[in-house]
């Protein structure tokens, strides 16, 4: 069982569409970070967001942590095909001290 | 300045064969982790190593070790290759602690076992 589910598995838009990428735990989490990883590179940090409920928004993306930090959110505005890759939540459960992360969201996006 | 570097890029191994893989991490990073990555599992913690001990552990085998050098660079082996360790091995480094500063990625080691 994996600690950080996200949602949904995979996702294949066109140019312009909005979409959402959700990553829930049962468990809480100090903190939550976004990444995005593209192929044959390693994972690209996009986001930490430390407070439940804290909204932080990065040109079209808009990330959200839940009130009681164990859900994030990551909505994109108008998506590019330049927005394809894989999106991976990441976080360290509370008692915890690794570094864990979400079983990944890979996004599509078509002209 | 310079990134995360993950040397070498691609290996090709026989089984029962051991591996080294060598990661430089940011200057001034001096907490350095492992990932393994498949298109099963996604990512799973190696380990991580910070000012040269081992800080924390995943749940890999013994077959899997690492090390941590005076000037931060980390080392991970692996001894008795399986087919089943055919994977891309990513090093990440950070300041301090991933969980407040985030991880900087290498482009990883695309490792295959045959």
């Known amino acids: 069982t994996q600690l950080l589910e996200q949602s949904p598995q995979f996702l294949s838009i066109q140019e312009g569409e909005n979409l959402t990428v959700y990553c829930n735990s049962s468990?809480?989490?100090?903190?939550l970070q976004w990444y995005r990883q593209e192929p044959g590179e390693g994972p690209v940090l996009l986001v930490t967001?430390?407070?439940?409920?804290e909204v932080k928004k990065l040109k079209r993306l808009t990330f959200q942590f839940g009130d009681a930090r164990k859900d994030s959110s990551l909505h994109i505005t108008a998506a590019q095909p330049g927005d394809t890759g894989l999106y991976l939540c990441?976080?360290?459960?509370?008692?915890?001290?690794?570094?864990?992360f979400g079983t990944g969201t890979q996004l599509k996006v078509e002209l | 300045k310079a990134g995360v570097t993950q040397t070498p890029r691609y290996l090709i191994k026989t089984r029962g064969q051991q591996v080294t893989l060598s990661c430089s991490p940011i200057?001034?990073?001096?907490?350095v982790s492992w990932y393994q990555q498949t298109p099963g599992q996604g990512l799973q913690f190696l380990f991580e190593?910070?000012?040269?001990?081992?800080?924390n552990k995943g749940n890999f085998p013994g077959r899997f070790s690492g090390r941590q050098f005076s000037n931060s660079r980390s080392e991970m082996n692996v001894s008795t290759l399986e087919l089943g360790d055919s994977a891309l091995y990513l090093c990440?480094?950070?300041?301090?602690?991933?969980?407040?500063?985030?991880?900087?990625f290498g482009s990883g080691t695309r490792l295959t076992v045959v």
């Open positions: 990440a480094s950070s300041l301090i602690s991933p969980s407040n500063y985030g991880y900087t």
């Open positions: 468990s809480v989490f100090s903190s």
């Open positions: 967001v430390v407070t439940g409920g």
């Open positions: 990441a976080g360290v459960p509370g008692g915890g001290n690794k570094l864990t």
């Open positions: 200057s001034g990073h001096r907490s």
């Open positions: 190593y910070f000012s040269e001990t081992q800080r």
